[in-house]
């Protein structure tokens, strides 16, 4: 009889469990009502006079190391059911993890497309090699057209008719080719220009284009629609003006300055001592190009515009030379937060 507790008490102190209720059926087996101490409590009167000493300790023993196990394991589990069941504990306190940012180039591209979403255009793209009815014929540029020399160009070796494209007014062409107006679409990508690097140009930055088509389009719904983009950009009380200019797709074609200030040095510096800033192109589309997509020029017009996106990032942030934004400096990226 003194073996058989012996037994129970080594059984019970080996005793692990996975669940709660492995653990509530052990109490039961043991510590239950009908459970085994009771029983063993129940033999103490059958047992030998000179076995009661031995037994009652042990059996008290038995008592004791039951309660004790039942005590560990339920606290034990316990804790681990606060953690997910992949034994994940939320409740740790967590490394320091480095969140990266957005690269302000992306930021400032992401807020001009948020903002013509919001009139009504969607986003189109087209390749960077780009061929030369897309990038100049197609846009009233035809070869020996003198207004090609605007842009200094980067030619393909591969192919003769191939180039990086130098603006992404050729999303235009390309997006004209696939859609009949009405035409609501903002394009915006990478372009290359054979340009010395200095602090105010490189030769690969970012452009968007923007390219209104439909009845009754009028220079009106252009200024209209620059003037809201300024304000959404870079304030409500923004003020812009519109110079006469000259591109080929566009007639009559304008360069939109925004009203810059002339509180500090600096602004006397970047707007030249006027206080504008040039910040686009724009212009309503060339009848010539509309007839080159078959579109009627007749029945439909239609304006367009291009800004650097480069340029506007430097307005915004105040960035003093082009050549950060491409050298991956942590340090200088980290400061852009915005969730954008
Ligand atoms: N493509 C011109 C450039 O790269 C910008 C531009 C001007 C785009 C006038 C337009 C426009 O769509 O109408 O300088």
Same mark, same amino acid.
């Given at each position: 009889m003194l073996e058989n507790i012996e037994k129970y008490i080594e059984e019970v102190r080996q005793f692990e469990a996975a669940h709660l209720d492995e653990v509530e059926q052990f109490r039961i087996r043991? %510590? /239950?009502?009908?459970g085994l101490i009771n029983k063993l409590f129940d033999e103490f009167k059958q047992v030998p006079k000179e076995e009661k000493p031995r037994y009652g300790q042990l059996l008290n023993t038995l008592k004791k190391v039951v309660a004790e196990k039942v005590e560990d394991l339920k606290s034990k589990l316990q804790n681990q059911a %606060? %953690? &997910?069941? $992949?034994?994940? #504990? @939320?409740t740790r306190p967590g490394y320091p993890y480095r969140l990266g940012s957005r690269h302000p180039v992306s930021l400032v591209r992401n807020r001009i497309i948020d903002i013509f979403r919001r009139i009504g255009f969607n986003v189109s793209y087209g390749p960077e090699i780009e061929d030369d009815w897309h990038n100049f014929t197609a846009l009233? *540029?035809?070869?020996?057209? @003198?207004?090609? #020399?605007m842009q200094d160009t980067f030619f393909v070796e591969?192919?003769? #008719? +191939? *180039? *990086?494209? &130098?603006? &992404? $007014? $050729?999303v235009q062409i390309r997006y004209m080719e696939q859609n009949r107006p009405p035409i609501r679409t903002v394009s915006p990508g990478r372009v290359y220009r054979n340009e010395d690097i200095s602090a105010r140009s490189h030769l690969m930055f970012h452009q968007v284009e923007g390219l209104y088509v439909d009845t009754d389009v009028s220079f009106a719904d252009l200024k209209q629609t620059l003037l809201y983009f300024t304000r959404e950009m870079f304030g409500e009380n923004s003020r812009i003006r519109l110079r006469p200019s000259y591109f080929p797709f566009t007639e009559p074609s304008a360069e939109v300055d925004i009203y +810059? /200030? *002339?509180? &500090?040095e600096t602004d006397y510096r970047i707007t030249k001592g006027t206080g504008w800033l040039e910040i686009m192109g724009a212009g309503m589309v060339d009848p010539n190009v509309l007839a080159n997509m078959n579109i009627d020029p007749e029945k439909y017009s239609g304006f367009a515009f291009g800004m650097g996106i480069e340029r506007i990032a430097m307005l915004l942030y105040q960035i003093p030379d082009i050549r950060l934004l491409f050298e991956n400096d942590l340090g200088f990226l980290k400061q852009f937060k915005s969730v954008l």
């Open positions: 043991f %510590a /239950g009502r009908k %606060a %953690a &997910t069941p $992949s034994g994940f #504990d @939320p009233n *540029l035809p070869e020996y057209h @003198p207004a090609r #020399d591969l192919h003769p #008719d +191939w *180039l *990086l494209r &130098t603006h &992404t $007014s $050729s +810059w /200030g *002339l509180k &500090t």
